[in-house]
């Protein structure tokens, strides 16, 4: 919620918190890849629309999975734009680059250790053989994945480069240094415990730390071993997590939910990876089958939840911003699918920025009840000033914009 005036203008950095009548908060949940570029995009739509404030401005962050990312980038003072920068080679970053590489490093160790063991487990599957008629192949199928390594990537890269990120006194890698509060989410593999990094105990775990943890999702990424715990994604428990943020004592909280299942109406036909196009979910494979489930058992937990939302926190005003339960690209494209980022973020974008524009005045009443200005008026500015020079990614972004200004114009009833 910001005064940018170029798309990619050169980075701003806080001008000093301004004092409000409510505590406000930012609930980022997880998504993997796909779901923190989601996230960048729909910040971007919200620093846009807002006059009085930016999403640097929140008094609380809570972070989970993916979201834990961009929430320890947000508290410490970096901007959707410097974001969106990292995300785009061609643009010219003070951030460093962040490619597949940094993040996704084998895990060498556990693959090794498996291997030693090799030989015993193949002893052992043979013995099972004997008893062929007493198991079935997922009992067989369970057997040899006994045999691989606890995950296939180290999230030691994620905690690398937070840490390169927030290495001075202006980003501090410390819960107990930042101007405000952040709270990033894990889970204890053993107790199922939910372990919130920020809160007493846990304040002394590096930022990177905890959002190496909060990101290590099972299978993909080992566990991460810390306190004599073993501990995983913070969103196994919950996606959201947004009762730290009505803990912390917030009025207002805004709520970006990137995972939703898919709804097939038939109307149409669902893109794949491969580029050809599927008619049901299931002609797309096992991927997509679990892919859906996953996001199907998240979400009707998270809807359970808001539906409680209104009783359970009364005088807490609460924003839901997720995709359309229809949204084809939020489904065709894998969590951990980094190609296709910047499609993904000026998707968010959009998608964001339509939602506000179908219910604007309701937004904007809510806004203001927390001290809070939002104006149609300043994305079309933002539209007015961007110059015929602009880079083609520029480009792509002002024609976002152009899409959606006339909608919130005559929504807010301040069209010229």
């Given at each position: 919620?910001?005064?940018?005036?170029?798309?990619?203008?050169?980075?701003?950095?806080?001008?000093?918190?301004?004092?409000?009548?409510?505590?406000?908060?930012?609930?980022?949940?997880?998504?993997?890849?796909?779901?923190?570029?989601?996230?960048?995009?729909?910040?971007?739509?919200?620093?846009?629309?807002?006059v009085n404030s930016t999403v640097n401005d929140f008094d609380v962050y809570v972070g989970t999975s993916a979201g834990s990312f961009v929430a320890s980038m947000l508290a410490s003072g970096i901007t959707p734009d410097e974001m969106m920068q990292v995300l785009n080679s061609r643009v010219p970053s003070?951030?460093?680059?962040?490619?597949?590489?940094?993040?996704?490093?084998?895990?060498?160790?556990?693959?090794?250790?498996?291997?030693?063991?090799?030989?015993?487990?193949?002893?052992?599957?043979v013995r099972s053989l004997a008893r062929i008629g007493e198991l079935s192949a997922i009992d067989l199928g369970v057997g040899l994945a006994e045999a691989l390594p606890t995950g296939l990537y180290s999230g030691a890269g994620i905690n690398d480069y937070i840490a390169g990120v927030l290495n001075d006194s202006s980003r501090p890698n410390d819960f107990r240094l930042l101007e405000t509060?952040?709270?990033?989410?894990?889970?204890?593999?053993?107790?199922?415990?939910?372990?919130?990094?920020?809160?007493?105990?846990?304040?002394?775990?590096?930022?990177?730390?905890?959002?190496?943890?909060?990101?290590?999702?099972?299978?993909?990424?080992?566990?991460v071993e810390l306190k004599g715990r073993q501990l995983v994604d913070g969103g196994i428990r919950s996606t959201t997590n947004v009762d730290i943020a009505v803990e912390k004592g917030a009025k207002f909280i805004i709520v970006v939910n990137p995972l939703v299942p898919y709804v097939n109406d038939f109307e149409r036909t669902i893109p794949t990876v491969f580029g050809n196009r599927a008619r049901r979910v299931s002609d797309m494979g096992l991927p997509a089958i679990a892919n859906q489930t996953f996001r199907l058992i998240a979400h009707a937990r998270l809807h359970q939840a808001v539906e409680q939302w209104e009783e359970k926190y009364p005088g807490v005003d609460i924003i839901l911003l997720e995709p359309d339960p229809t949204d084809e690209l939020m489904f065709g494209t894998p969590i951990m699918d980094y190609s296709r980022r910047l499609q993904i973020a000026r998707h968010g974008f959009e998608s964001v920025t339509a939602t506000l524009a179908k219910d604007y005045e309701r937004y904007e009443e809510i806004a203001q009840r927390h001290g809070l200005e939002i104006s149609a008026r300043r994305v079309r500015r933002v539209v007015e000033t961007a110059s015929e020079e602009e880079a083609e990614q520029t480009s792509a972004w002002r024609r976002v914009l152009e899409q959606t200004t006339s909608v919130l114009l005559r929504q807010s009833g301040e069209a010229s």
């Amino acid at each position: 919620m910001g005064k940018v005036v170029d798309i990619e203008s050169k980075p701003r950095r806080r001008a000093g918190r301004r004092k409000r009548p409510s505590k406000t908060a930012l609930v980022l949940g997880g998504g993997g890849f796909t779901g923190g570029v989601y996230e960048i995009g729909a910040l971007r739509a919200l620093d846009l629309l807002a006059v009085n404030s930016t999403v640097n401005d929140f008094d609380v962050y809570v972070g989970t999975s993916a979201g834990s990312f961009v929430a320890s980038m947000l508290a410490s003072g970096i901007t959707p734009d410097e974001m969106m920068q990292v995300l785009n080679s061609r643009v010219p970053s003070e951030l460093e680059d962040l490619d597949l590489g940094k993040v996704l490093k084998p895990n060498y160790l556990g693959f090794v250790t498996k291997a030693a063991q090799l030989p015993l487990r193949t002893l052992e599957l043979v013995r099972s053989l004997a008893r062929i008629g007493e198991l079935s192949a997922i009992d067989l199928g369970v057997g040899l994945a006994e045999a691989l390594p606890t995950g296939l990537y180290s999230g030691a890269g994620i905690n690398d480069y937070i840490a390169g990120v927030l290495n001075d006194s202006s980003r501090p890698n410390d819960f107990r240094l930042l101007e405000t509060e952040l709270y990033l989410t894990a889970t204890d593999l053993d107790t199922t415990e939910r372990i919130v990094f920020g809160e007493p105990g846990w304040q002394d775990v590096p930022i990177s730390k905890a959002v190496e943890c909060s990101t290590t999702l099972p299978i993909v990424y080992k566990p991460v071993e810390l306190k004599g715990r073993q501990l995983v994604d913070g969103g196994i428990r919950s996606t959201t997590n947004v009762d730290i943020a009505v803990e912390k004592g917030a009025k207002f909280i805004i709520v970006v939910n990137p995972l939703v299942p898919y709804v097939n109406d038939f109307e149409r036909t669902i893109p794949t990876v491969f580029g050809n196009r599927a008619r049901r979910v299931s002609d797309m494979g096992l991927p997509a089958i679990a892919n859906q489930t996953f996001r199907l058992i998240a979400h009707a937990r998270l809807h359970q939840a808001v539906e409680q939302w209104e009783e359970k926190y009364p005088g807490v005003d609460i924003i839901l911003l997720e995709p359309d339960p229809t949204d084809e690209l939020m489904f065709g494209t894998p969590i951990m699918d980094y190609s296709r980022r910047l499609q993904i973020a000026r998707h968010g974008f959009e998608s964001v920025t339509a939602t506000l524009a179908k219910d604007y005045e309701r937004y904007e009443e809510i806004a203001q009840r927390h001290g809070l200005e939002i104006s149609a008026r300043r994305v079309r500015r933002v539209v007015e000033t961007a110059s015929e020079e602009e880079a083609e990614q520029t480009s792509a972004w002002r024609r976002v914009l152009e899409q959606t200004t006339s909608v919130l114009l005559r929504q807010s009833g301040e069209a010229s």
